[in-house]
């Protein structure tokens, strides 16, 4: 952050006059609270004055006794919140200098209005850096991102927009539904935007909050408004919240990773029941939107990286080695995934097989992290090392599992005290009011809990063909992710983790059947869904999900076992393919013992894909060319 020197003598000589005209002083203790320039103590202090004209002179007396940069605040915040602390403006000049003849009205705006402010606020994005020690350090700071507001997915490699920005999302007057999968970057776009928010010129109050919804506690459900909002006595409250309610147009409320609207006060601000004219943002997932769409809102598809996006990525990230990742075409095809991109340059530091699927990400980044904190550099120890410690680890992935049942990431008991294993979580710090604070814990990005959480499935065979049953439902939904994580853990082609958890003999038990099992239950599905003929009926469950997970699982016997059961006709006419499922969809067609028919009409598909397929052209008898030429292809 950047200072102006601050003339300690001259902002003594306005003292009178700020002691005698401010007002709203909840206002600027709010502001000063939240810039951590008062602590809590210090704002019990204020409020046991027994009226404001004590209250300002305790607030003067505390800015000043901080230095200059504290002086720099409040100022700040005074020029910010004018409308609402000072009194009416006068017309009285003086010098640049801040000096004022005795002999003439003091005027407090014009006063202000001599300094300049600006602020360089640097904020932390990195939601994954934990994951690096300090020789591993890897650039985190926000890449730009596609962001698509035609309400589709239309490319992929997604082409750049850059006539969408953070920048201008704020500026929109619109709810805003940033729509993406897991990873894509919905929450560095949200934080991106807060980051925009502090380094705002505007000479306006506004109010910026954020939640994390997945890192709520139980007791969120029943929170009114101001308890949501606000941590501070009662009388500032009150004072804060009319300002809100009567200025409302100026709030702003990211609500981060949303499922449902089963909070009586997150309902009540979505229908604007509550602070009518604040604009409410909303981060999930596909399969969660059409919860959001019966308020008037701006749908933004958060697609990831660009071609150019990971290029530039991975230039700063791997240097001269990104050529390894371009070359490789399977693992290109997730790094369109900012989290996943991530990952794939850590991955890099380790000995371990470069990953070409998700879970093979996962399980090198397990490795990776588990090695950094054992100081286990040679394979061998590692493995040693990561079977001592099979308790631990299988003890965090029953937390991970019951939290991810519960929809809920705030793990409110550690499950061991082993530093290496807790080092897939973060500490969070919940207050709920001025002096009762209580510390739980979080995995560092939710899919690292629904990882663990698969991991724990496959320990517990048993619960498995009730998850399967269960995701289907409405209610259960949100246990789908762990499928593919299931798939990826059995696979005989990456037993690096799980051997060292589970004996062998007990995965290839559970493989014998989990194929299967899965391949008939989504079977069944699609068929209830194709008889019934609409998009209101059963699961979302579609072709392209279950070849995603057969493609985590790379087991070929799968692959046929699901393509026997469609009779060799994989029909996936007007699709959307990223280039992961164009990868999953060329791994399932190659399995293939015999030609297949492959309708690809209107289908939209990027070059990256395009190139996936063009691989099992072999296995592939068309429907005559149709499937080809309406193909489009995404530059």
């Not at 003594?12 to 000063?32: M, P």
Request: charged share 25%.
């Amino acid at each position: 952050m950047h200072f102006f020197v601050v003339n300690l003598n001259i902002f003594g000589q306005a003292r009178v006059h700020l002691v005698r005209e401010l007002k709203n002083l909840s206002v600027i203790v709010e502001n000063l609270y939240q810039r951590n320039v008062f602590s809590d103590e210090e704002v019990i202090r204020i409020q046991e004055e027994i009226n404001d004209y004590d209250k300002i002179r305790k607030i003067l007396d505390l800015v000043m006794k901080k230095g200059e940069a504290a002086c720099y605040e409040f100022l700040r915040i005074i020029d910010m919140t004018r409308k609402r602390t000072l009194g009416t403006a006068s017309l009285t000049p003086y010098d640049k200098s801040g000096a004022w003849t005795e002999t003439k009205t003091f005027d407090l705006h014009h006063w202000i209005s001599c300094y300049s402010f600006k602020e360089d606020t640097q904020m932390d994005i990195n939601y994954l850096q934990d994951l690096f020690d300090d020789s591993h350090k890897i650039d985190l700071s926000y890449t730009p991102l596609v962001l698509d507001t035609e309400g589709s997915l239309r490319t992929y490699l997604p082409e750049e927009k850059s006539e969408i920005s953070p920048g201008d999302l704020l500026k929109t007057d619109k709810n805003i539904v940033l729509v993406g999968k897991a990873g894509i970057g919905k929450t560095a776009l949200t934080q991106e935007m807060l980051k925009v928010w502090a380094e705002s010129d505007s000479k306006e109050l506004d109010y910026m909050f954020y939640f994390n919804m997945r890192e709520m506690t139980s007791d969120f459900m029943s929170m009114s408004l101001e308890e949501l909002l606000f941590s501070e006595p009662d009388e500032f409250k009150e004072e804060v919240l009319a300002d809100m309610k009567k200025n409302s147009d100026s709030v702003t409320i990211i609500f981060d990773g949303i499922t449902d609207l089963s909070s009586s006060v997150v309902r009540r601000l979505v229908e604007k029941d509550l602070l009518p004219d604040a604009k409410i943002i909303i981060t999930c997932r596909p399969d969660d939107e059409e919860d959001f769409f019966s308020w008037d809102s701006l749908r933004v598809e958060v697609k990831g990286f660009s071609e150019q996006s990971i290029e530039t990525y991975f230039s700063a990230t791997l240097g001269e080695q990104k050529n390894k990742v371009w070359s490789n075409l399977e693992l290109l095809t997730l790094c369109y995934v900012p989290m996943y991109a991530v990952m794939v340059a850590a991955c890099f530091s380790s000995e371990d097989p470069q990953p070409c699927t998700i879970t093979k990400v996962y399980v090198s980044i397990v490795r990776f992290c588990l090695e950094r904190n054992s100081n286990k550099t040679k394979i061998r120890h590692l493995e040693s090392y990561i079977n001592s410690k099979g308790m631990e680890i299988l003890s965090l992935a029953e937390v991970a599992f019951q939290a991810t049942g519960g929809k809920t990431a705030n793990l409110t008991e550690l499950p061991c005290y082993d530093s290496s294993v807790l080092s897939f979580l973060k500490p969070l710090v919940i207050q709920r009011n001025l002096t009762e604070r209580y510390a739980t814990h979080a995995f560092l990005h939710y899919t690292m809990q629904e990882f663990f959480a698969a991991l724990w499935l496959l320990k517990n065979p048993d619960k498995a063909k009730d998850v399967l049953q269960q995701c289907l439902t409405e209610e259960m939904k949100h246990m789908r992710p762990l499928i593919p994580f299931m798939c990826g853990l059995l696979s005989e082609k990456s037993p690096s983790l799980m051997k060292c958890l589970i004996p062998a003999e007990e995965l290839k038990k559970t493989s014998n059947w989990f194929f299967k099992e899965m391949t008939t239950t989504f079977y069944h599905c699609l068929c209830e869904q194709d008889e019934a003929d609409t998009e209101d009926s059963g699961s979302d469950v579609d072709i392209l999900f279950l070849c995603r997970c057969l493609y985590e699982s790379q087991c070929p016997d799968a692959c046929i076992y699901l393509l026997d059961k469609l009779d060799y006709c994989l029909d996936l006419a007007g699709e959307i393919l990223d280039p992961y499922s164009s990868c999953a969809v060329a791994y399932v067609v190659t399995q293939s013992k015999k030609k297949i028919q492959l309708n690809l009409e209107d289908v939209m598909v990027s070059e990256h894909g395009m190139r996936c397929l063009f691989g099992c052209l072999k296995n592939v008898q068309w429907y005559g060319c149709a499937c080809v030429f309406n193909c489009q292809i995404a530059a």
